[in-house]
Each structure stands twice: as structure tokens, then as C-alpha cells.
């Protein structure tokens, strides 16, 4: 069992950045496929960004490519998602999700492939 904690969530303005981090009670996340969702209000949870294992593999939605970067920590237990050029459309609640898997490069956009998720942080871009 692993329990996630987001942090990092704030106000910020149009064009600002922020970094958010995603920490874990196991003692390394190492294990899992990590990955980060977003849902905005009155919309469905959809996803951002993905890191293999080995961190040598990640992918991105569409909206955030070349803006956000997910990363894993030097402390294996802690991913982050730095997010840069904020848009007014980012304003959502983060998620990290993680998910078990012995490959090293594997990693999922799929909501379905996640078995562990934190409770969010909010994150506000205005105009």
C-alpha cells in the first residue's frame, strides 16, 4: 500500500510557474510508474504527464507539452511536476497516481492503470 501527499499547489498568474510535488509513504517510489492528473471544475480527471521507472521515459498531454515537466526527485520517494508558462486553463486540482510495474521504461496515460492516488492540490493561474 502507498499513500500519496501533493503539495506545492497555489495562486499564480497568467505566464508565472510552479512546482508541485507528490510524496510517498513507501520508502521509494522507484517501483512505480508515476503519473499526474488534473480535473477542473466541472470537468473530467484527465491526464497530464507520465515518468517510467527508470525516469528515463515520460510523456505528456497535448496542452501541457513544452510547458510542464515531471520529474523524479533525488530523494526516490517524491515526484514532481514543474509547470511553466501558466495558463488560465491549467486552474485544477493535481493528482499524482502511481502503479506497480517491474519495467523500466513503461509508463500509462489510462486512469484505470493507477491503483494508488493523493488526495490533490489545488492549483489556481488567473488572468
Known amino acids: 500500500q502507498v499513500q ?32 499526474w492528473f488534473r480535473q477542473a471544475p466541472g470537468k473530467e480527471r484527465e491526464f497530464v504527464a507520465a515518468i517510467s521507472r527508470s525516469g528515463m521515459s515520460t510523456y505528456y498531454a497535448d496542452s501541457v507539452k513544452g510547458r510542464f515537466t515531471i520529474s523524479r526527485g533525488n530523494a526516490k520517494n517524491t515526484v514532481y511536476l514543474q509547470m511553466n508558462s501558466l495558463k488560465p486553463e491549467d486552474t485544477a486540482v493535481y493528482y499524482c497516481a502511481a502503479r506497480y510495474y517491474s519495467g523500466s521504461y513503461y509508463y500509462t496515460r489510462f486512469m484505470r492503470d493507477y491503483a494508488y492516488w493523493g488526495q490533490g492540490t489545488q492549483v489556481t493561474v488567473s488572468s
Open 4 to 35: 500519496l501527499v501533493e503539495s506545492g499547489g497555489g495562486l499564480v498568474q497568467a505566464g508565472g510557474s510552479l512546482r508541485v510535488s507528490c510524496a510517498a509513504s513507501a520508502r521509494t517510489l522507484s517501483s512505480y510508474v508515476m503519473g
